[in-house]
């Protein structure tokens, strides 16, 4: 499924078969890039603090995305 949406490597269920937070992240952050490019999100991912600060960025990112597009197709509607 993933790389039917660009993803560059293959990954399978067994990547999950245990906890793999690098992996997780390295697809968040694809994802991120996908939408902007030149938006930076930390890849630090040594402490659990850094994780939180990953997510918590990236989730912020999507919804700022996700605003400013339901306010793009309001503003054309009218």
Do not use: K
């Not at 790389?3 to 997780?24: D, Q, T």
């Not at 490019?37 to 600060?53: A, F, H, K, Q, Y």
Request: charged share 20%; aromatic share 8%; glycine share 2%.
């Amino acid at each position: 499924m993933m790389r039917a949406l660009g993803y560059p490597r293959l990954i399978s269920m067994e990547n999950f078969r245990n906890p793999n937070f690098p992996l997780v992240a390295e697809i968040l952050i694809w994802l991120q890039q996908r939408f902007d490019p030149d938006v930076e999100i930390s890849p630090d991912i040594d402490t659990e603090s850094d994780r939180v600060l990953l997510i918590r960025s990236v989730v912020q990112f999507m919804v700022s995305i996700c605003r400013d597009n339901s306010l793009s197709s309001i503003i054309s509607l009218t």
